[in-house]
Each structure stands twice: as C-alpha cells, then as structure tokens.
C-alpha cells in the first residue's frame, strides 16, 4: 500500500472530549435503567410475578425477563451495524438514544400482575425487548465513534469516558433508587415508588438526543465513503471467514468483561439482599461508593493503557479475578458490613481495568470497513449469550448447589479462558493507527512522526496482506 501522509487524519483532542460526552449519555442512560432493574428487581418480582409463590423463583423469572430482551441485541447489533457502515456513525446513535429514552419510561408506566393479569409480565418483557433491540446499536457505535475520533496515542484513556458514562448512569439509580427507599416506606415502594425514577430516563434522552444531533461525522469514516462499493460487497460470512480471529478475541473479551461487569453491578445487588441478607437501603450506599470509586479508578488505567499497552492491564484484570473473586465472595458471606465492603471492593478493582481498556480497544479489532458491523454483532452475541444472562446464571447456580461461593466459581472460569485467549491471541494496539485507517493525530509533532514512519503508521498492512495469503481473499482496494 502506498503511503500518502495527506491522508494522515487531524483530529481536534478538544472535539473528541465532547463526542465522548455526547456518547457517552447514551451508556449513562443504559446502565441507569440496568441498575433500575438491579435494585428494583425484588420489587418488580413481586409487582409482575405476583402468582409465583417462590420469591426466590420470582426473582428467577424477573433475571429471566431481564436475560431474553438481550437475545433481541444481535438482531439490533446487524440491523444498526449495517446502516452505522453504510450510512454513518451518527445517524444510529440518534435513533438509538430515543429508542432507549422511550422503552424506559415505557416500563415505568406498566400496571402490574394484579391489575392486568398475564399482560403485565408479557408488556415487560417487550419494554426490555426494545431496550435490547437499540442498546444493540448503542454501545458498539459509541465505541466505534470516539475510537475513530481520538488520537492514537489518547484512545484508551478518551475511550474510558464511555464507561464513566456507564459508572455515572449505575451511581444516578443508585442514589435514586437509595433515596427513595430512604425516604418511602415498603407499602409506598411496592405501590408507586419503584415507578419514579423510570421516568427519569426522559430527562436523559432529551439531553442525550440534543447532544447527537450536534456530532460531526468521524474523519475515518468520512474517508471510506469513496470505497462505499467495495465496502458493500463484503458479506458478513465473507467476514467472518476473513476476520475469524479477530472475531473469537472479540466474543472472549466481551465475555469476560461483561460477565464481571453484570456480576458486579446487576446481579450483586439482589445477592445482597436475597442471599446475604443485607437491607435494601444498605446495599445501595454500598454499590454506590464502590461505582464511585471505579470512575478515577477506570481513567486510571485508560491512561496507563495508552502508556503501557492495552494487553498488559487486560492481563492484570484478568489475573486478579483469577486470584481474588473466591476471597472477594468469601468475604461478601461474612455479612459483616466491612468484609462486605472490601469483598465488593476488590470485584470493583478488577472491574475497572476493563472499563479502562475496552472502549478504546474492541475498535482496534476490526478493519474499518466492517468495523461497526461485526464488532456490533460479534459484542452483542457475546453479551447475549453471557453478559446479560449472568445474574440468571449466577441466581440458578446458588438456587441449585446452596453454595454461595458459586457465583465466584463461574467468574473464576471465564476469567481463566479470558487470560489464555489474551495472551495468546491478542495484539497490542494502544497507540496505534486503527486496522485499515491512516494514523489520527493532534499536533504537529505527531504528525512529523507518523509522516516519517510509513511502516509504523501503516503497521495493519502486513497483517492485511497475510490474512489475505491465508484465505485466499483479494482485498486489494479496501482497507
């Protein structure tokens, strides 16, 4: 390939902050409706399972609810991956921001079991349906978005924005949810109280839709659009076969890092309550300080990420799960509120690695011409699959074996595999140009040092043309 450094992309850091805040609403507005669910999900169990005599079985067919709108993810992972490639980056996180803001209030509208009968659980089930079906588009976009905006050698740390978006969404239900069973007693919460902050999703889509509507298109992708027939041309099987590798380290780093992420913030708060026996109104204070803490935490190792490189804190994370959520557990079941704390603490450590480094290296996976697409279906396949059926998993485990460590053990195991497909398999991007994009900088001094380093700059074209001596696949034209 030839190197043309007036291809080299300017990008404004200052710009790619913005973008960061403007996508990063729609994770907040994500994660505040899944920690509504969370906290809720004893009082939603009651309110739309009311015949189930079993409270441990109406929470199973709460988390049960919450697990099958995640099968409707793929569907809007394909769907919004393929217009977010064909049509731009911007038009999805539009639509999906307003999807979300009305699925939320939706919920908080809905009569219970008492009132309508069998339509109660299936009128749910079909808010959290057009929730999966947007968040689908959601958060892969929101990626694809700031990584294609960011300065290589800012990706990871701009990238972790996202998931303060994420933390500060979980922390705004949180304190809500905290409030309200603070200030309403049982009767009053089980009445009308759960209802309130649903209804706080509007105010976020409103600010959320503002914010997009004012996003300029990626320079990435705004130089891809000459290549729009080739681009069309590749078929997701044709990808698959092409990209295989890079798809597997894609779905294992979506496993691991959901299958903690949903441990921690959507099944922990019922396991406090429900196994442990910790009071409601405790247990959000508790998640509460620990989300907070992973927000400085997460920056953190964005920023170390870009120095150091994504493997090397990815490998970290991995490694402390391994060694620690056994202890983390055994000190969630001493209910006493300090190992309690520590407990949740030390999941949260951990967790925050990720939070750090994925936003910013998922991206880095694909070549952009099929980036949002097989990274939006490869991400919500995954998290179909594990990641929004975790607190599912984790309630039937402890349901069947009496073993409250059991959560720990299934943590442990994904986290083993996670480790070994890292070491192996994944290469260090931090820093460096996107797959198929010319290097994004935002100063003179970079710019010199991209232009005098063609190969550096250009480091995917090896990779490029092996995978083509591998499959047999001509791609000369389209990076």
């Known amino acids: 390939m030839r190197f043309d450094k007036n291809k080299i992309n300017r990008v404004d850091a ?28 004893v009082i939603i169990s009651k309110n739309f399972f009311s015949d189930v005599q079993n409270d441990q079985l109406k929470l199973v067919f709460t988390f049960a609810t919450f697990a099958i709108a995640f099968l409707l993810r793929p569907v809007g992972g394909i769907i919004f991956g393929i217009i977010g490639d064909k049509f731009g980056r911007k038009i ?72 303060i978006g994420t933390l500060s969404g ?52 705004e130089n891809e659009l ?36 949903y441990m921690v913030t959507s099944y ?64 969630i079941n001493l209910k006493a509120i300090f190992p309690v704390a520590i407990g949740i603490l030390i999941l949260g450590i951990f967790l925050a690695t990720y939070e750090g480094t994925m936003p910013g290296t998922l991206p880095t996976i694909f070549f ?11 991400f919500n396949v995954s998290v179909s699959l594990f990641g929004g059926t975790t607190p599912l998993i984790a309630t039937a485990l402890v349901a069947k074996t009496g073993n409250p460590l059991m959560p720990a053990f299934y943590l442990t195991a994904v986290s083993i595999v996670g480790f070994l497909v890292v070491l192996f398999m994944h290469t260090n991007t931090a820093s460096r140009s996107l797959k198929g994009s010319y290097p994004n900088v935002d100063s003179d001094e970079d710019f010199k040092k991209a232009a005098e380093n063609p190969k550096k700059s250009l480091w995917w074209v090896q990779e490029k043309r092996k995978r083509e001596h591998e499959s047999g696949i001509d791609m000369e034209g389209i990076n």
């Open 14 to 41: 200052s710009v790619a902050k913005r973008s960061v805040v403007a996508t990063g609403i729609g994770n907040a507005m994500e994660w505040f409706d899944f920690g509504l669910y969370s906290y809720l999900a």
């Open 92 to 163: 999805v996180l539009t639509i999906t921001i307003v999807m979300m803001a009305i699925s939320t209030v939706l919920i908080g509208c809905l009569p219970t079991y008492d009132q309508i009968g069998i339509w109660a659980p299936i009128l749910l089930l079909i808010g959290r349906i057009i929730q999966g079906f947007s968040t689908g588009g959601e958060y892969a976009g929101a990626m694809v978005y700031v990584a294609e905006t960011s300065p290589d050698n800012r990706r990871n740390s701009l990238g972790s924005g996202l998931e």
């Open 170 to 221: 979980y922390i705004a239900a949180s304190v809500l949810c905290g409030v309200l069973f603070f200030s309403l007693n049982d009767q009053q919460m089980a009445a009308w109280g759960w209802r309130i902050p649903f209804f706080f999703g509007l105010i976020l889509g409103f600010v959320g839709l503002y914010l997009r509507t004012h996003l300029e298109e990626t320079p990435i992708y």
């Open 226 to 261: 000459s290549k729009q027939d080739e681009r069309d041309k590749i078929g997701f099987w044709t990808s698959v076969r092409f990209y295989y590798k890079d798809i597997i380290v894609c779905f294992v780093m979506v496993v691991f890092f959901n299958v903690t992420n």
């Open 268 to 331: 922990l708060p019922s396991y406090l309550e429900e196994v442990i026996g910790v009071k409601n109104g405790l247990v959000t204070v508790l998640i509460t300080c620990i989300m907070a803490i992973m927000i400085p935490l997460a920056l953190f190792y964005g920023k170390t990420a870009d120095k150091i490189g994504d493997k090397k804190v990815m490998l970290f994370g991995l490694g402390g799960i391994i060694l620690f959520s056994i202890l983390a557990f055994w000190l």
């Open 368 to 378: 952009t011409h099929i980036r949002y697409r097989t990274l939006a279906i490869t």
